[in-house]
């Protein structure tokens, strides 16, 4: 299992000595006028701490809560990733709103009878996600708060419609609905 490392870098503030005064000069000559010359700042060098942390990998998935009718879906962590890998390939600039519909998106198909069965091969289905055939999620990295988005989005769907979106205009394809920003989203026919 993948295992995200953070780096943390936290500057050290201790030993720093600035000078707070000016000495000014009183040399009165005819036609001189006062000259302030600031005093030296005393700075020591400090150098950045790094610390680096290896974040667990948690299943999301519980079975029947006690005393509750509810049942919160199965999924990986390595599908919970690879959602939010597509979902700042797909949506970065995006407000939450509409990545939280991309997820949307990703989640439907994989509950519609009309698309494959699992994250895996609902984002790489050919021609469907167009970061992952062009290159763009190559230069993406998993987020810690997208994946947080993707885990809301499994208890409470935003859209249980939206299976289709684009960027710029609708699609041929699909039933427009609305418009987030730049994408613009469609339901199944």
Not at 35 to 41: E, G, H, K, M
Not at 92 to 100: F, I, L, M, S, T
Not at 123 to 128: E, R
Request: glycine share 4%; charged share 25%; with cysteine.
């Amino acid at each position: 299992m993948r295992k995200l490392i953070k780096v943390i870098a936290v500057p050290i503030l201790c030993g720093i000595v600035i000078a707070s005064s000016f000495f000014v000069s009183e040399f009165h000559s005819e036609g001189e006028d006062v000259v302030a010359i600031p005093r030296a700042s005393i700075v020591e060098k400090t150098e950045p701490v790094i610390t680096v942390l290896q974040e667990e990998s948690i299943p999301i998935a519980t079975e029947k809560m006690e005393g509750s009718e509810e049942v919160i879906p199965k999924m990986s962590r390595e599908d919970v990733e690879l959602i939010a890998l597509v979902t700042m390939a797909e949506a970065e600039g995006e407000c939450e709103e509409g990545k939280r519909l991309v997820i949307d998106t990703i989640l439907n198909r994989v509950d519609s009878e009309h698309f494959p069965d699992t994250v895996y091969e609902v984002v790489y289905q050919p021609n469907q996600f167009s970061s992952m055939w062009n290159g763009r999620v190559d230069m993406c990295e998993v987020r810690a708060d997208i994946c947080d988005l993707v885990y809301e989005e499994l208890e409470s769907r935003s859209n249980y419609n939206v299976v289709f979106f684009t960027a710029g205009e609708y699609s041929a394809y699909g039933v427009p609905m609305f418009q987030v920003e730049n994408h613009y989203f469609s339901r199944y026919e």
